[in-house]
């Protein structure tokens, strides 16, 4: 799906050096290159403060810890997404309500989101699927109504802009009280290992999250709040610093493969493509997903593999599905875009060394089994 080695090799020279520095040095963990990463990272996306940890799933517990839920309030988050978003929710013990996602875009539905809530909801998870921006003035909206914060799942999305009905336009994952993201090597911004961070542009909340990714101290020894260890190393900073630089030229790069693919393949009879917005580059094309309709989605996958394309189908059990978060509230009838989606979505290989070969004969493969 991805092809991380062609991308090393054309910054090769930038990466090493940025990884030799750190074994010259000798500054493992909070080594400058961390401190360089973050404040580039604030830079970029113009947010006061970022916290970096060790992987997207913490950033999300870590922003939650933030925020002093209490077991048993209620935040109300997508069933379309990955399990780490309502994963934390659960260990939290805070009670996930999962809510169903709108067919346009395959986001949080607002709908959905004002039907949950109840006097013990506390706070909303949108999650930006696929690098497709949530519609986050509404959401804000809804969050200043009922007093609930907002913690962004911004994991698939770095890079992607919102756009608001006055024109501005802000990046996913720092508009909402914190916003979480990844450092996956497969995501847009990838280091070599796993990585994190939380955005916030509260000033307290960004001292509180310091001091919990790091065992609750602000002073050496002195506990002062319940913490974890969550550090992103410096070996994997000196990678995201390398990359960091890049990170808009990639996004164009994953657009622009967007724009082929559905330029081959949108208006035929059994697929959606999904929608590309030349304006706002609110979609970075985390993923490259279709919708398969009217057709066989599963042998469509198979004779992809088969000629060696690889595919995949992200998500096929919804969340309220899943065992381990069924939840004798949820009723099928709730969910009927997720239920939808899993049967019809395909994943097409998405980075940013795709070539006019590979997309064509990607294409083309699609177009002779659909006919
Ligand atoms: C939507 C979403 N949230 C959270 C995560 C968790 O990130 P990590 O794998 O870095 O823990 C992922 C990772 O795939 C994700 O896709």
Do not use: W
């Not at 580039?40 to 839920?69: S, W």
């Not at 501005?168 to 009280?177: D, F, N, S, V």
């Not at 542009?201 to 310091?210: E, G, S, T």
Request: with cysteine; proline share 4%; charged share 20%.
């Amino acid at each position: 799906m991805v092809d991380l080695k062609s991308q090393y090799y054309k910054i090769k020279d930038t990466v090493n050096n940025s990884i030799q520095e750190v074994l010259e040095t000798n500054t493992y963990i909070n080594g400058p290159q961390v401190h360089q990463f973050q404040k580039a990272l604030e830079q970029y996306l113009d947010v006061k403060h970022v916290i970096p940890c060790a992987n997207g799933t913490d950033a999300l517990q870590i922003a939650m810890m933030g925020l002093d839920l209490k077991p048993g309030d209620e935040v109300i988050t997508a069933d379309f997404t990955f399990a780490a978003t309502v994963e934390v929710i659960a260990l939290l013990q805070l009670t996930p309500v999962l809510v169903d996602v709108d067919l346009y875009n395959m986001n949080i539905s607002i709908e959905g989101i004002r039907k949950a809530i109840t006097p013990k909801t506390k706070a909303i998870v949108p999650v930006h699927l696929f690098g497709r921006a949530a519609n986050m003035e509404a959401i804000m909206a809804i969050a200043k109504e009922y007093n609930l914060y907002v913690i962004e799942d911004n994991a698939q999305a770095i890079g992607a802009n919102c756009k608001f009905s006055d024109g501005t336009k802000k990046k996913a994952g720092t508009i909402g009280h914190v916003g979480a993201t990844s450092f996956f090597p497969s995501k847009n911004l990838g280091c070599y290992g796993d990585g994190g961070a939380i955005f916030t542009n509260d000033d307290a909340l960004a001292h509180k999250l310091r001091g919990i990714v790091n065992h609750g101290m602000y002073e050496r020894y002195h506990h002062d709040v319940v913490g974890v260890n969550s550090r992103l190393d410096s070996i994997q900073a000196a990678v995201l610093n390398a990359k960091l630089p890049l990170l808009d030229l990639y996004g164009k790069a994953r657009q622009d493969a967007a724009r082929k693919y559905s330029i081959a393949l949108d208006g035929h009879k059994n697929i959606i493509a999904p929608f590309i917005c030349d304006i706002c580059d609110c979609h970075v094309f985390h993923q490259y997903t279709l919708r398969i309709i009217a057709a066989d989605r599963n042998g469509l996958m198979q004779h992809l593999l088969d000629k060696g394309i690889p595919c995949a189908i992200y998500y096929p059990i919804p969340l309220h599905s899943q065992k381990a978060y069924k939840d004798a509230r949820y009723k099928e009838e709730d969910f009927p875009i997720t239920n939808q989606l899993v049967t019809e979505v395909l994943s097409l290989p998405m980075h940013t060394e795709l070539d006019d070969e590979q997309i064509k004969y990607i294409t083309d493969s699609i177009l002779e089994f659909l006919k």
